[in-house]
């Protein structure tokens, strides 16, 4: 059975505790992406780290390895988790399907910015790049856009850098992937390049039913 894991970003220590806003896994379009792929026969799970606005790379590995992860298994990670999921394919001799990188975040931190009120383990991004990390995927997938904050667009530069045969997508207009900069929680191109090309066709021709 195809299976795809949905890894979130690093959360705000207030959101996190909030009645009003939802869990990270339940966030922007993480709901909507699980849907379309679970009506697609793509069993989908959006994992939930403990204590996410600390995050500790043996917690978020401990997490991720509860699921059966082979060649069937696409892993999509959002900022942070697509962070993380670098440093866990550099370090693991895995196979694993398509991987996506949703403006993947390295720990990079600019003085003053108010995202980073909370503390972080910078060892959590203490790692080396296996240049080589697609070979143990179905093809790695980078989606950038050129509206993102600074750090990230550094981030963007480094794996771009560090990692050989990415593909890099890249938009003017989503800033960071985040409902308040998209607008919608509909991400279409992000669920086209996980389940193929064909998807286009589909939804042209279910338009003009």
Not at 7 to 14: A, C, F, L, T, V
Not at 31 to 44: A, E, V
Not at 45 to 67: G, H, M, T
Request: aromatic residues 12%.
């Amino acid at each position: 059975m195809k299976k795809a894991i949905l890894i979130h970003g690093w959360g705000d220590k207030n959101e996190f505790y909030s009645h009003e806003i939802p869990t990270a896994s339940n966030s922007h379009w993480f709901p909507w992406l699980s849907k379309q792929l679970m009506i697609r026969d793509i069993h989908t799970v959006a994992i939930e780290i403990p204590n996410s606005f600390y995050p500790e790379y043996d917690v978020w590995k401990r997490e991720l390895e509860r699921f059966e992860i082979d060649e069937d298994t696409v892993l999509i990670g959002h900022s942070c988790g697509g962070g993380f999921l670098l440093r866990w394919l550099s370090e693991n001799n895995v196979k694993v399907g398509k991987v996506v990188l949703v403006a993947p975040w390295l720990g990079i931190m600019r003085a003053g910015a108010e995202a980073w009120k909370d503390p972080f383990d910078e060892t959590f991004f203490q790692f080396e790049f296996d240049m080589g990390l697609v070979s143990k995927t179905a093809g790695v997938v980078l989606f950038e856009s050129m509206d993102d904050g600074g750090q990230i667009k550094e981030s963007v530069e480094i794996i771009k850098r560090e990692v050989d045969s990415l593909k890099v997508v890249t938009f003017e207009d989503k800033g960071h992937f985040t409902l308040r900069d998209m607008g919608t929680v509909e991400f279409p191109e992000l669920l086209e390049e996980v389940v193929g090309r064909g998807l286009r066709k589909c939804l042209k021709a279910y338009a003009r039913l």
